[in-house]
């Protein structure tokens, strides 16, 4: 069913052709026919495809410009007829497919050049033909024009939108791998900590003899033990909250301080360097620092050993690191310390193993030299101050 507003524009253009068509004849102009019953017939025919412009643009603007143009050829006064099919055949070019441009323009062309050839005055024939076919071509051409702006526009809309997108999902992957660096820290920093409070709180509370420091000394042990499990569960609440800010970046310079926490636990530590020590980009210090860092807390809370071996190696192209312990071995407990190691490892291109080898556990890591230092750090290894920007 047509809209009722399209119902009054059918009405309102019909009107309005008769009563010009009527007034022209009763007035000063003159017209090559008088109006009569076809005259307004063909009005009528040409302005009711309106009331239908919505639902079926193009026939409604073939036939209008049809009947407009046939009225025009017979002389009739159809200024406003012409007028809607034309609009009408510009309108049909802006909701129809881009194929359907040359074609219509042909057909409005063509009945706009056969009718001002026919009705035309002195004027030379090609001369009535050009100016008909631009007449109904330009129409065309002008809805064409709107059609594609309006292309145009929609496409740079969904271009706009699809790299919006994009750039949700960089910044999601982005949280999500900076969720991932955190939980990876906590693990490290407060599992190896809470480990030897643990330990050395269990240690102490063996060798004294005051029943009073024995059971607060066994609280301690316990609280330890309860809040290094809860850490362990909060790792995934963590890795669905906000970033934090970055702490300051370990180095290997520092590695010694790993080791008191597992000599005050009771473990004979025996550490190596091996090559000369040289300047190292600032994922390779973290991932040094925390690889042996989770091993050694691995070894303080899980193997039962007596000593364990740390062994830093500096090569030609890579650095290697081994943590050898003597202590029960078997396959590693389930946890996040050794995904996280092999996490870190990987994320630098490097190489990483960990399991059982003789009587006790082996973590190997190998990590690649190539990244560049940073100057200030060429500056501390070889003793020259580094000199303020």
């Known amino acids: 069913m047509p809209r009722r507003a399209d119902v009054l524009w059918t009405a309102l253009a019909t009107a309005l052709a008769l009563a ?34 919505r639902a079926h643009p193009l026939a409604a603007a073939v036939a209008a410009l049809a009947f407009a143009c046939a009225a025009l050829a017979l002389g009739y006064m159809v200024i406003v007829p012409v007028l809607v099919g034309l609009a009408l055949c510009s309108r049909a070019a802006i909701h129809s497919a881009q194929r359907v441009t040359v074609p219509l323009g042909a057909y409005a062309g063509t009945l706009m050049a056969a009718a001002v050839t026919i009705t035309g005055d002195d004027s030379p024939v090609p001369v009535r033909i050009l100016l008909g076919v631009m007449i109904g071509v330009s129409a065309v051409l002008i809805g064409d024009a709107i059609r594609s702006e309006r292309e145009r526009t929609r496409e740079t809309q969904e271009f706009a939108q699809r790299i ?19 939980a990876r820290d906590v693990h490290d920093v407060t599992g190896h900590h809470l480990s030897a409070i643990s330990l050395q709180a269990a240690g102490a509370g063996r ?13 301690i042990h316990r609280l330890t033990a309860e809040a290094l499990g809860q850490t362990r569960r909060a790792l995934g609440v963590l890795r669905e909250s906000g970033p934090a800010a970055r702490a300051p970046t370990p180095r290997l310079e520092h590695v010694e301080q790993l080791l008191e926490p597992a000599r005050n636990a009771g473990l004979a530590v025996d550490l190596r ?21 989770e091993s050694l807390t ?30 029960v071995g078997g396959p590693g407990r ?30 190997r890591a190998s990590l690649p030299l190539d990244a560049e230092p ?3 750090d060429q500056a501390r290894v070889s003793g020259v101050p580094e000199v303020p920007p």
């Open 334 to 363: 389930p946890g996040g310390g050794i995904e996280g190691m092999r996490e870190r490892v990987a994320i630098v291109g490097g190489s990483f193993a960990a399991g059982p080898a003789g009587h006790g556990w082996s973590v």
């Open 164 to 182: 919006a997108e994009l750039r949700d999902r960089d910044v999601e992957r982005a949280v999500v791998e900076e969720r991932l660096r955190i």
């Open 273 to 293: 360097l091996d090559g000369a020590d040289r300047p190292l980009s600032d994922e390779i210090e973290v991932c040094a620092y925390r690889v042996v860092q």
């Open 207 to 219: 060798t004294t003899s005051d029943p009073v420091a024995r059971a607060a000394l066994e609280r």
């Open 298 to 327: 691995n070894v303080v809370r899980h193997a039962g050993a007596s000593a364990v071996r740390v062994r830093v190696s500096y090569g030609e192209r890579e650095l290697l690191i081994a943590v050898d312990d003597d202590g």
């Open 374 to 376: 940073d100057p200030r």
């Open 20 to 53: 010009l068509q009527w007034a022209d004849a009763s007035g000063a102009a003159q017209v090559e026919r008088e109006p009569d019953l076809l005259g307004a017939l063909l009005t009528i025919a040409a302005c009711a495809p309106v009331a239908v412009r």
